[in-house]
């Protein structure tokens, strides 16, 4: 499980991820979203340092409230169907050549 800090930055959704071994590594969110289907909240975030790229590398996230009530909890997705699901809303904001609509 990865901890995740929400930090605003400006207009900016800017979050810090913090892993087991206590690395921080900046992500923007790109979007959230919840499925009634499965009961759950997902975001799309991608590493800050690639912005302004032409491509960037977009990961997909459960969000879970953190048991301690500090937080909120990054857990992967890792049921198939699901994870499916939170692809294809993806996909429809991205346009035939992969590109983020606007």
């Known amino acids: 499980m990865i901890k995740v800090t929400k930090k605003q930055n400006n207009e900016d959704n800017l979050i ?4 087991e071994d206590g ?7 790109l979007f959230t979203f919840d499925s009634d289907d499965y ?5 799309f975030i991608y590493p800050a340092e690639q912005e302004n790229d032409e491509s960037v590398d977009i990961q997909a996230y459960i969000v879970d ?12 997705i890792e ?3 699901e994870w499916d699901m939170v692809e294809q809303v993806l996909n429809t904001f991205l346009d035939d050549d992969g590109n983020f609509k606007a």
């Open 79 to 81: 049921d198939d169907k």
């Open 65 to 76: 409230d953190n048991p301690d009530g500090d937080g909120q909890d990054l857990v992967p």
């Open 16 to 19: 810090t991820l913090i892993d």
């Open 39 to 43: 009961g759950k909240s997902y975001i």
């Open 23 to 29: 690395n921080e590594q900046l992500f923007k969110e």
